[in-house]
């Protein structure tokens, strides 16, 4: 390959996320659809004469973006663009219909955070509130009005410990700054393999994100873009096409 050398692309890159501060490889993105790399840049300019033409331009604002799209997730990828470490616990609300054995007594499949503990008939959910009360370390809620064989409909929090993966984003969590290292290939017009790759020496993902659910259609694409920044020496992107060895 030289420098008059024509390819194309079809194919995504691959992105080897780094921490831009302590420099350890943080996510290894390579289930990605789309890849875009966009440079962008500010040009202003100076006039004169008669008919207001431009004489000199001036560059700046120089920067870009890299984006990416994907149908596939990871926790770990979810850290990345909030910038939230990765949790074992969490509590969720539950919701359950359980018949009433002894009158007095509800069983849940769960253990109820005391307090959390909402009992309504099953005819009417969400609708009248019986007096419900919860014990510690206990699965039995005492429900003054519960009467045997019928049943009731019941909402409590309840504590997540096993499996579990969570991300909490808080108004003060923002994300880190990496270094990207991507991959691919191009492939010339005389059917040659070039290994493409590309450094984008600083970055920031942005916090804007859209999270999805359906019942048809395509599974659901969440969409990424980090804005490239200069490092120290005015770096911003290197991209680098190299011969592979015969």
């Known amino acids: 390959m030289n420098d008059n050398t024509t390819f194309a692309n079809r194919e995504v890159c691959d992105l080897i996320f780094v921490e831009y501060k302590s420099r350890k490889p ?15 840049g500010e040009a202003v300019y100076a006039y004169g004469g008669k008919g207001h033409p431009k004489r000199v331009t001036f560059h700046g604002e120089r920067g ?7 149908q596939m997730k990871t926790a770990k990828l979810y850290s990345l663009i909030t910038g939230a470490s990765i949790d074992t616990a969490a509590k969720f609300l539950k919701r359950e219909v359980v018949k009433c054995g002894t009158a007095g007594k509800l069983t849940v499949s769960g253990t109820p955070v005391v307090g959390t503990v909402n009992v309504f008939k099953a005819d009417d959910d969400c609708g009248t509130e019986l007096t419900a009360t919860a014990t510690a370390s206990s699965k039995e809620i005492t429900v003054t009005d519960a009467t045997a064989n019928d049943s009731y ?19 003060t969590t923002f994300p880190r700054a990496f270094s990207v290292y991507g991959d691919t290939y191009d492939k010339t017009e005389n059917d040659e393999i070039v290994p493409y790759r590309m450094v984008a020496y600083k970055c920031s993902p942005q916090t804007n994100f859209s999270l999805s659910c359906a019942n ?3 599974p659901a694409t969440i969409t990424i873009t980090c804005d490239l920044m200069a490092d120290s020496d005015d770096n911003i992107l290197d991209l680098i096409w190299q011969d592979e060895e015969e």
């Open 64 to 70: 870009g973006t890299i984006a990416f799209e994907t």
């Open 26 to 40: 943080f996510l290894n993105l390579d289930f990605a659809n789309t890849t875009t790399t966009e440079m962008s």
């Open 216 to 218: 048809s259609g395509d």
């Open 153 to 171: 409909i019941v909402y409590y929090m309840t504590e997540l410990t096993e499996k579990v993966r969570k991300i909490n984003i808080k108004s």
